[in-house]
């Protein structure tokens, strides 16, 4: 995938972290806040379930049984956010929910990618990166604290 597509695609996919969150709190005003963020994983897994089916990509028990524990987080990962998210919406709007996301997501990743952790490969934190940093944090205190 070329470097634009990459960045489009990742922007479409922000659009819609963007309504998870309102969306599942609206789910935990019928169930409850554990509840909504049980059924909106549960419909993650089903999902993935039957793509991975479609697509003949389904992992052997070995594999899996391979893989180092902390690379098996992913998924806990996912169901915390998903849980802190359709209960701070509610404080902090989507806006302001997406913005604290992004500005915690950037802040690790800039680490991990200044340490070349996980594999990837080392990126450096030039001035450039650093003033985008501080644009980002400014931005996520200014769309939080109103």
């Known amino acids: 995938m070329d470097r634009i597509a990459a960045v489009v695609a990742t922007i479409a996919v922000g659009a819609l972290i963007a309504l998870q969150p309102p969306v599942n709190s609206q789910l935990a005003k019928h169930t ?7 059924v909106s994983t549960a419909i993650s897994a089903v999902v993935m ?10 992992p052997s028990p070995s594999q899996v049984a ?19 998210s359709l209960i701070t919406v509610r404080t902090l709007g989507a806006g302001g929910v997406v913005a ?6 950037l802040i690790v ?19 450039l990166r650093v003033v985008g940093f501080a644009l980002l944090a400014l931005g996520t205190a200014f769309v939080t604290f109103r």
């Open 100 to 105: 604290a996301t992004v500005a915690g997501q």
């Open 109 to 127: 990743s800039a680490l991990i990618d200044r340490a070349g952790a996980l594999g990837l490969e080392k990126v450096a934190l030039t001035p």
């Open 66 to 84: 391979g893989v180092p524990t902390g690379y098996l987080t992913g998924g806990l990962m996912g169901a915390i956010l998903v849980s802190i």
């Open 32 to 38: 409850t806040v554990l509840g909504a963020a049980f």
């Open 49 to 58: 379930g039957v793509i991975v089916l479609i697509l003949g990509e389904v």
